[in-house]
Every structure is written in C-alpha cells, then in structure tokens.
C-alpha cells in the first residue's frame, strides 16, 4: 500500500514511509519506530493505520540503519539525539501538513518504546500543529524529559507487566502532562509486557491488549483529529 518518500528537515533530506487510505486522503498521522529502526513491522503499522483512514508516514529516524540484534538497537537507540530526532519529525509534520490528501490544520503522533518517548516529545516541541498523542511505553534513554509544552489530548499505553517502563512512570509522566492542563488517558494491560504490539516478536506480542489499544487508538485519534 505504501511507498518510500523523501521529506526536507533542519537535518537534510530524510525518507520515511508514506501510506495513504483507498479513499484517498484522511487526518495525517506520524508513526514512530521502535529502537530497532524503521523495519517492516513499523511499515506494516502505518498500512494498518491507512486503513484506518489516517494518511500515516513513518520516519526513518536512523537514517538507512536498522537491526534485529537488541544490543545494536540499543546502541543505536542511545546514539541518537533527540535533538536531531526533533528536527526529523518536524520535517515530518511539514510534509504531511503540506499534502492535499492531509485533511485538518493538525496532525496525530503515536509511536512504541523509543517512538512512545518521541511521541510525546514532538507534542511538546510543536504544540501548535499536533492535534493528538499516542505513546505506547514509551522509553526516554536520553534522562527526564520537557513535557511543559504538551497541550494536546494525550493516550498512554502501557502493559502491567512492562520490564523497561513501570506503570508508576507511565502514571509520573502522565501527571506532568496533566500539569499543563491536557487530557491524559492512561490504559493499562493486564499480563502485558513490553512491547505487546509488536506481532513479529511472538515473546512479547499479546494479541489480545493489541487488539484492544488498536481499538483505542484509532478510535482517540478519529475523535481529535476529526
């Protein structure tokens, strides 16, 4: 369904992956990789969300690199600045807004581990043009993150049996956004470890909190970016 496009940042050039409903346009929504790179379960994710009806692209934040070897995902996870990642996905909303199958002002943001932290960041860091997060534990490798800025609905996902990210962080995180005046909902699964969503992982995939975050999910992002 998607195609591999190339969108301007403060950066350089970044490609990403861009995946557009059958009825041709819908809310733009930005994906965010987990910390093995932009792998096809990423790209499978924003086919599921152009389904969806969003007009989905998933940056590649890694610029050409990924794995599937968790220590060289954790090396590449932590030798990224968010600086730079912030930089990436602001072009990603430029190009997105800038689109004509985009409808609306503002786009969504969701993403898993790595993405879930980059989620809520890219609310804070472009507060005006994002209409709706969706971390799913969301891991912030880089120390205590600025949420000050958060002023869209926020949806936080998280498993109770999670051992990157405890339920008391997600809720901490959670309060500090509430602190600015957002709506934060906090859904928690039962028995669900991290990375819940992740169906090629079958260690760590629980299909049914899957199933039931997708649910809410489009659902939360249908309701704010309608």
């Not at 059958?22 to 969300?49: C, M, N, T, Y």
């Not at 990642?85 to 409808?103: C, S």
């Not at 962080?169 to 906090?186: M, S, T």
């Amino acid at each position: 369904m998607g195609q591999t496009v190339t969108f301007a940042t403060d950066n350089g050039d970044v490609e990403g992956y861009l995946a557009i409903p059958q009825k041709g346009s819908g809310p733009g929504l930005i994906v965010i990789q987990e910390w093995w790179g932009l792998v096809p379960h990423i790209r499978d994710l924003a086919d599921r969300f152009a389904d969806a009806g969003f007009v989905a692209l998933a940056p590649d934040l890694y610029h050409g690199d990924s794995t599937t070897e968790p220590d060289e995902a954790g090396r590449m996870m932590q030798e990224l600045k968010v600086t730079d990642a912030a930089r990436d996905l602001g072009g990603a909303i430029d190009f997105l807004l800038a689109r004509d199958e985009v409808t609306g002002g503002k786009v969504g943001v969701t993403g898993f581990c790595m993405g879930g932290a980059l989620a809520l960041v890219t609310a804070n860091t472009a507060p005006t043009r994002i209409g709706a997060s969706v971390p799913f534990y969301g891991v912030f490798w880089y120390g205590e993150p600025d949420l000050s800025n958060v002023s869209c609905p926020v949806l936080m996902h998280i498993g109770t049996d999670d051992d990157f990210i405890p339920v008391s962080k997600v809720e901490e995180l959670a309060e500090l956004v509430r602190a600015n005046g957002a709506a934060v909902d906090v859904e928690t699964y039962e028995g669900a470890g991290h990375a819940f969503v992740n169906d090629t992982r079958p260690e760590a995939h629980h299909p049914e909190a899957a199933a039931e975050a997708w649910r809410r999910t489009v659902d939360f992002l249908h309701e704010h970016l309608a």
